[in-house]
């Protein structure tokens, strides 16, 4: 069973970076896709970012374009996602999970099959 382990979350001043981590174990990421979702307890799931299994497609939601970019590193089984210019709204809890597919509007709507327990991102002054 695939197993989801994220990292990376910390407080950062807006404009600053990040870079969470999504390591997996118990499978290899070859034949699935990875997505990132944020959630906030007792908000609506938001879909972030997600890289095929090939990692030759990636889509990013609207709010993160040119910000953020998702990659994978198929020798540690782990897959990235470099977060630049963060703003406040950024604020939450992220999430790496498993996907057949990588689209937008899958990971959109999906927590996915398999997910972490997520890591936490807090920007502020």
């Known amino acids: 069973q695939l197993q989801l382990v994220e990292s990376g979350g910390g407080l950062v001043q807006p404009g600053g970076s990040l870079r969470l981590s999504c390591e997996a174990s118990?499978?290899?990421?070859?034949?699935?896709?990875i997505g990132w979702f944020r959630q906030a307890p007792g908000k609506e799931h938001e879909g972030v970012s997600c890289?095929?299994?090939?990692?030759?497609?990636?889509e990013y939601a609207d709010s993160v374009k040119g910000r953020f970019t998702i990659s994978k590193d198929n020798a540690k089984n782990t897959v990235y996602l470099q977060m630049n210019n963060l703003n406040p709204e950024d604020t939450t809890d992220y999430y790496c999970?498993?996907?057949?597919?990588?689209?937008?509007?899958?990971?959109?709507?999906?927590?996915?099959?398999?997910w972490g327990r997520g890591t936490q991102v807090t920007v502020s002054s």
């Open positions: 890289i095929s299994s090939s990692g030759a497609r990636t």
């Open positions: 999970a498993s996907y057949g597919v990588c689209g937008w509007s899958v990971i959109n709507q999906s927590p996915g099959t398999y």
């Open positions: 118990g499978s290899t990421l070859d034949y699935v896709a």
